[in-house]
DNA sequence: TCATACTTGACTAATCGGATCAACTTTCTA
DNA sequence: TAGAAAGTTGATCCGATTAGTCAAGTATGA
């Protein structure tokens, strides 16, 4: 369960179009690129995963770009982790099998279990919301 | 916390001289390749890690060999991994810092905390002496 | 004195994550 | 109906990290 970067660009990208949601025309691309940073070419990479996913839609031509395809709250962070992650195989050698080597690989998916426990119990509907509200305070200052 | 075969092959090479830790010589690297299947130089390499965390000590010369330097019972898995395995830095990106960013972050580093929790709470110890059951019952069978 | 075994440092090969590019298609709008 | 704005696709590149190797050297017991 390591977190990479297309893990951390595609969540939030996805967390600004949660907060999107109720606008008319889709977002461009280039105005979430422009607001978090992300290399541009990257995130069309990582919005492409995240249609085949199902999770976004996208409206080509001219006024075109992304819209959530799916209720906030029906998407972890997990699923988004591994569905953009790549392979997550964990500790792969070739060590003879042991007692000793299957005891310490029960310790390690228990870590990457324990970790991932956190990612599925928090959606994009939460985060989203308590971005929002942090997003509120600042625009009040 | 990605654990890599690095941290793999050293928890096991630390399991086998606590689990000998009362015979009279060393134990030699290359009982411990053959046995657990470690590629030969790579292990010389992570014992070399090891050595310098103090928690094996090295016996140059004929009937050289490795004996483990400190409680089994004091050395935790956590500590393990950190001390071989390579920078656990995790998510690194160039992304601008918005309340969402910093949201974000926040659970990928909850995730991360709760793996390094269950490492943190299993020592050598534990892990060999159940190792060492595992083995007898082989024997016995 | 020789075989055994650790020491050290440099070196290589493969993989992966991050990022970019170019050529193409679709759609809106003037 | 032309052209600008956007997404689509596939190939490609680069640098870092990991896994693993090698060779020359040193210490020690028999």
């Known amino acids: 369960m390591t977190i990479s970067a297309r893990v951390h660009y595609a969540t939030l990208a996805l967390i600004e179009l949660a907060l ?9 691309v280039r105005e979430i690129t ?43 962070l997990l699923e988004i982790a591994e569905a953009v992650g ?27 279990e324990a970790s991932r426990a956190v990612l599925a119990r928090t959606t994009l509907a939460e985060i989203a919301d308590r971005t929002a509200q942090d997003d509120a305070v600042m625009f009040y200052i």
């Open 20 to 28: 999107r949601q109720s606008e008319k025309t889709p977002v461009a």
């Open 34 to 76: 422009r607001r978090h940073g992300i290399p541009g070419p990257f995130l069309v990479q990582i919005l492409r995963t995240l249609r085949s996913a199902g999770w976004v839609q996208s409206v080509r031509g001219s006024q075109g770009g992304y819209r959530l395809a799916v209720e906030p709250a029906d998407l972890t």
């Open 86 to 112: 790549c392979a997550e195989s964990n500790c792969q050698t070739d060590a003879t099998d042991t007692p000793a080597n299957r005891m310490v690989h029960e310790i390690w998916d228990a870590a990457s």
